[in-house]
């Protein structure tokens, strides 16, 4: 029964956070079900909930400013350096997806019509309380989305090459400087050359407890779920960097533990598969958690909110600030794979690499609906998995429930297509 003595508004709010809450409480209680989390893992599931299942606001100390980003081509290190605490803002919310559709084109992709279905309804504090929000220009739609988010927001456009040439390196670097201004002013802290380097050391010591979970994840037997790692990785978003190097040392320390004594998920040879294309967010888990309820293995993401641009640190050669500025600049560009560049033959290097070093046999290419730019490279990426003998399937989603079956039985079917193409003595399991 409605509460009376609310507004029409009021009661719509409430009616979309209860759904909002029991979608993504539904998803966690998938995730936690899968047979092998470990212990270690329940602070980052807890930061999950916290976010998306009962609507809290970050963690802060020492009265920091919140800046929201919408991309990891975003430097965090600056943030850091001025004070105040990055999160990501980027939505995977159902609800906010439905909401969002009656305010953007049709074709709008469902990452930008969740994050103004977030802005309409004004109920998550994680957007509310951002003293600033930056939307980097990656594409048409994040580029109408900075207008958007303009109306309620305080925004920055943070522009990003489409090229790696150095003049673009040199126009990115100065659009680096002017960001720089801009949190200096938001937060009244100034950004020296000690303040940076210090969140350039603290983000290196989350690289390296990422780098080594990472190692981790390439062993076999499985000693940790794909989709578990993912989602520990997306929890990341909601952190500051050390409090989430501290809990990734416990969970890497745990795992390593497992190895030593054998304690493996499973000993079967479950087909080992890599997931890329467009971002997959907490809580739009569903193709995750269909690879391996339908009995593959999720070795690998190479995703925007996965591993990708998040364990590459900055190397730095000259010791100035402008020396750390055009490191931060070089980290954030040289080695992405991100479609948003005009030419983009790093991303065919970085999936051989991860192919190889994950022992990949299959992979799985996600595109949310109207996102054109990872749509586009399907065709390059599928010829060249064809050309080293690794099979692919596109698979085509929104930000709902209606195509879960559909994409069950293609995902069952590609497993099965997999398992047929290894040698006899290698399909059968292991005891």
């Known amino acids: 029964m409605e509460k009376s003595g609310l507004s ?91 909401i969002g559709d009656d305010l953007t084109p049709r074709d709008a992709c469902p990452l930008v019509k969740a994050v103004a279905g977030y802005q309409e309804i004004g109920i998550m504090p994680l957007y509310n309380n951002c003293s600033l929000m930056t939307v980097p220009i990656t594409c048409d739609c994040k580029k109408k989305l900075a207008g958007y988010l303009s109306k309620k927001y305080n925004v920055y456009s943070l522009q990003i090459p489409v090229a790696r040439e150095d003049e673009d390196l040199e126009q990115y670097v100065r659009d680096l400087y002017q960001y720089t201004a801009v949190l200096e002013e938001i937060t009244g802290n100034r950004i020296s050359y000690d303040s940076l380097s210090l969140a350039i050391a603290q983000t290196g010591v989350f690289q390296f407890e990422l780098s080594r979970f990472l190692q981790i994840k390439k062993q076999t037997p499985y000693i940790i779920r794909g989709t578990h790692a993912l989602s520990i990785v997306n929890a990341a978003a909601y952190m500051m960097p050390g409090q989430w190097a501290v809990h990734m040392n416990r969970l890497n320390t745990e795992l390593e533990k497992r190895a030593e004594e054998g304690n493996y998920i499973t000993k079967r040879q479950l087909p ?62 040289k080695p992405c794979s991100c479609p948003t560049f005009s030419k983009n033959e790093q991303r065919l290097f970085r999936l051989k690499q991860m192919i190889k070093d994950y022992q990949i046999e299959g992979v799985i290419y996600h595109v949310l609906r109207g996102c054109l730019v990872y749509d586009f490279e399907y065709l390059a990426i599928e010829e060249m998995l064809g050309e080293i003998g690794i099979p692919v399937i596109r698979l085509e989603t929104d930000y709902n429930e209606e195509d879960v079956e559909q994409l069950r039985v293609r995902i069952e079917a590609f497993i099965e297509l997999i398992k047929l193409k290894k040698p006899p003595e290698k399909r059968r399991e292991r005891t």
């Open 272 to 333: 080992r598969i890599l997931i890329t294309g467009s971002p997959l967010i907490f809580p739009n888990i569903k193709i995750p958690l269909l690879i391996e309820e339908m009995g593959g293995f999720l070795a690998a993401d190479e995703t925007c909110m996965g591993e990708r641009g998040q364990s590459d640190p900055v190397v730095t050669v000259d010791q100035s600030f402008h020396g750390l500025m055009r490191s931060l600049a070089i980290r954030a560009t």
């Open 8 to 98: 029409r508004e009021q009661r719509q709010k409430e009616r979309f956070a209860r759904k909002a809450s029991q979608t993504a409480s539904k998803y966690l209680r998938r995730l936690e079900e899968l047979p092998g989390v470990p212990e270690s893992a329940a602070p980052f599931f807890q930061i999950l909930k916290d976010i998306y299942v009962d609507g809290k606001e970050v963690a802060l100390s020492n009265n920091r400013k919140t800046i929201g980003t919408y991309c990891v081509m975003v430097p965090q290190e600056l943030i850091l350096a001025a004070g105040a605490m990055p999160v990501k803002l980027c939505s995977g919310s159902y609800t906010a997806f439905f």
